[in-house]
């Protein structure tokens, strides 16, 4: 198992950046990753994932071209840098992650075994 600590969450202004940081506890490169966020009274949705070395990433159409995934397995951590943000972006964004997985366009929050404790992104107009 590993475990996930997101960071860099806040508040930003409408059209600005956030850069999102997701840690886990141990080795991470078996693992795909993934972002999901979730706003109040909504339900949990996929942000974006990468595959194991960070060869492949997938986004979600609301975030395609805005928002860019990556990864540094030699620090155990995945990215998730946010540009020009808008207000329909403030969520809680969690880190996810599986072992088992072979493909990342899998965007169902049930796919994933781990997940973070997440971090709030509010963005302001």
């Known amino acids: 198992q590993v475990q996930l600590v997101e960071s860099g969450g806040g508040l930003a202004q409408a059209g600005g950046s956030l850069r999102l940081s997701c840690a886990a506890s141990?080795?991470?490169?078996?693992?795909?990753a993934a972002w999901f966020r979730q706003a109040p009274g909504k339900e949990r949705e996929f942000v974006s994932s990468i595959s194991r070395i960070g060869g492949a990433t997938y986004h979600a159409d609301s975030v395609k071209g805005r928002f860019t995934i990556s990864r540094d397995n030699a620090k155990n951590t995945v990215y998730l840098q946010m540009n020009s943000l808008k207000p329909e972006d403030t969520a809680v964004y969690y880190c996810?992650?599986?072992?088992?997985?072979?493909?990342?366009?899998?965007?169902?929050?049930?796919?994933?075994?781990?997940w973070g404790q997440g971090t709030q992104v509010t963005v302001s107009s």
């Open positions: 141990g080795p991470f490169s078996r693992y795909i």
């Open positions: 996810a992650a599986d072992l088992h997985q072979d493909t990342i366009i899998t965007i169902r929050p049930s796919a994933y075994d781990y």
